[in-house]
C-alpha cells in the first residue's frame, strides 16, 4: 500500500517542500528534490498556496517502476506550481480618483493660440517715398493726435509752394488794379449817359463810355480769376507736401519704426506688401482674438461669458464677454476652417498691463450646472465606459450616463455615486476590467 498524507505545519506553509521518505531509492531523485525545494526561499510565496509533504511508505509489494513513476508525478507537480508563481500576473499600479459633486461647465475653445490686439492701430506709410529728413519720435514714444511723426525731403515741393504764393500776391495787385479802373470807367460811362441827356455828347460818345466800362468791370473779374487759380496751385503743393509728412491720427504708443534720417522710405505698391514706416498702436483698448473650430461657430454669440488666459500669466483666468463674431469663415489653412472671435475684459485693470501680441486662449462657457455628481473627463472611456477601482482590487467596468462635460469634469447622470473611485490612468499597458490592480495615487477634488 502507498501512503500518501499531506500534513504542512505553519512553519512550512513559507516555502515548498517536496519530503519523502523511500528505502532503496536512487540518489538521483533525493537530489533534484532538494534542488526545487531551495528554489522557494521563505516569504516567496503567500500563505494561501497549498503546500504538499509526500511521504511515500516502503511496500514488500511495490515495484521499482512504480516508485520512479510515483516520484516523478511528484517533481512535476511542483515544478508546475513553481512555475505558475514565478509566472503569475502582477497587481497593475494605477491612479484613481474620488467622484464627487461640483459645478460642470459645458465650454468650447480656441483651435490656435489667439492674440491681444489693440482696438485702435494704424501702420503709417507715406504716400510718395523719398528720403527721410524729419524722424520726430522713436519706438515706444506716447504721441498726441496731431503731433509729427515723420517727414520726407521735400524741398521742391516747398518751392513749388512759395512760387505759388507768390503768384497769388501778384494776382491780387493786378485785381487792385484792374477793379479800380472798371470802377472809373463806370463812373465815366455814367457822365457821358447825363451829358447825352443834356444834349452836349452823341449818343455813341455815350455807347462808347459804357463798352469801355464793361470791359475793365470783366477785366477786373478776370485778374479775381487768376487769383483763386493760383491760390489753387497753392493748395495742390499743400497737398503734395503732405504726402511726404506723417501725423498722428490718434493718442498711441509708437511700436516700431522702420528707417532712420537719411534712409530712402517706400510705400507699398499695389499688391506688393512692405514694413510700414511707423506702426502706432492705442494700448488703451485690448481686446482677444481667436479662431474658433467652424463647427463650434453655430454656438458663439455676442454677450456669451468667457475665460481668457494669457501664456504670459499662467495658472490665472479672466472672466470676460464675447464682443464679436466674424460673420464669415477663414480658410487661411484649408483643412482647419475657423471663424474668429473677439471677446473682451470683464474688468481690464485685472491682468495688469498688456502687450500687444501677447498669446491668449479664449474658453466660451455655453452652460453650467452646479452641485452634480461628477467624473474626470480623463477617466472616460470609449463609449461612456469608466473602470471603477472595486473592493476585491480588481477592476470593474461600468457603463455611465453623461451630461455636460468639458476637458476637466463631465456630468454624471446615472451610473456612479460619489464616493466612488474611477482609473485616470487609462494609457497604461493593462489597464482593463477584471485586472488586479494597486493604488499608486489618489488625488480627490
Known sequence: MYDISGNPSEAAARRVGILYNFVGAGCRWRKLVRMLTDLASPGDLPDHVCFCVLSIAPHPAMSPLIRRLLIALAVIAALIVLF??????????????????????????????????????????????????????????????????????NDDQQAQSTLAMAQVATARQRVNEACAQAANAEREAERQSELRKKGFVSTSREESARTEAQARRAGCDATKADVAQFQAKVNATRVDQGRTILYAPFDGTIAKIVGEIGEYSTPSPPGVQTPPAIDL????????????????????????????????????????????????????????????????????????????????????????????????TSALLEGSRVLVAGADDRLEERKVKTGLANWEFTEVLEGLNAGERVVTSLERVGVKAGAAFVVEATNSR
Not at 459633486?101 to 501702420?123: D, F, H, Q
Not at 467652424?294 to 504670459?312: N, Y
Open 84 to 153: 505558475w508563481w514565478i509566472g503569475r500576473p502582477k497587481p497593475i499600479a494605477v491612479v484613481v480618483r474620488e467622484i464627487d459633486r461640483g459645478k460642470v461647465e459645458s465650454s468650447i475653445a480656441n483651435t490656435r493660440a489667439g492674440t491681444i490686439e489693440a482696438c485702435l492701430r494704424t501702420k503709417l506709410s507715406t504716400i510718395i517715398g523719398g528720403r527721410i529728413e524729419v524722424l520726430a519720435v522713436k519706438e515706444g514714444d506716447r504721441v498726441k493726435k496731431g503731433q509729427l511723426l515723420m517727414k520726407l525731403w
Open 281 to 376: 498702436i492705442d494700448d488703451s483698448c485690448l481686446y482677444v482674438k481667436a479662431p474658433m473650430d467652424e463647427v463650434d461657430a453655430p454656438k458663439i454669440i455676442t454677450g456669451q461669458p468667457v475665460r481668457i488666459s494669457l501664456d504670459a500669466l499662467p495658472k490665472q483666468s479672466f472672466p470676460g464677454k464675447v464682443r464679436r463674431v466674424a460673420p464669415y469663415v477663414s480658410a487661411v489653412e484649408k483643412q482647419a476652417r475657423t471663424v474668429d472671435i473677439e471677446a473682451t475684459f470683464d474688468n481690464p485693470e485685472a491682468p495688469g498691463r498688456l502687450l500687444v501680441g501677447y498669446s491668449a486662449d479664449i474658453e466660451v462657457i455655453l452652460a453650467v450646472r452646479d452641485d452634480v455628481v461628477r467624473v474626470p
